[in-house]
Nanobody, 122 residues
């Protein structure tokens, strides 16, 4: 059984930074897309960023491009989302996800973490 556990959320001032972690276990993820999504109150879950576990290709939503960066640590089976220049509109619950997908930006991943709250104050 695959498990994904997010951590690193918290409260940060606008303009600040946070790094979210997603620890994966249960199987090999070398050929998986690892995605980050977020959901703010009253809004649909939206794509944030994604990457192929074993590759260097990454994808970003327009709203975070240039501010957020995805990376990984293979030894720790952990994917990271580095968030810089945070804005109040980035406030949401952030989820990591994993699956073998052709459309990485759609919220239909097979495996999901429990989410971690990110709150950006103005």
């Amino acid at each position: 059984q695959v498990q994904l556990v997010e951590s690193g959320g918290g409260l940060v001032q606008a303009g600040g930074s946070l790094r979210l972690s997603c620890a994966a276990s249960g199987r090999t993820f070398s050929r998986y897309f690892m995605g980050w999504f977020r959901q703010a109150p009253g809004k649909e879950r939206e794509f944030v960023a994604a990457g192929i576990w074993s590759g260097s290709t990454t994808y970003y939503a327009d709203s975070v491009k240039g501010r957020f960066t995805v990376s990984r640590d293979n030894a720790k089976n952990t994917v990271y989302l580095e968030m810089n220049s945070l804005k109040p509109e980035d406030t949401a619950v952030y989820y990591c996800a994993a699956d073998k997908l052709s459309d990485y930006a759609r919220p239909f991943y097979r495996y999901w973490g429990q989410g971690t709250q990110v709150t950006v104050s103005s």
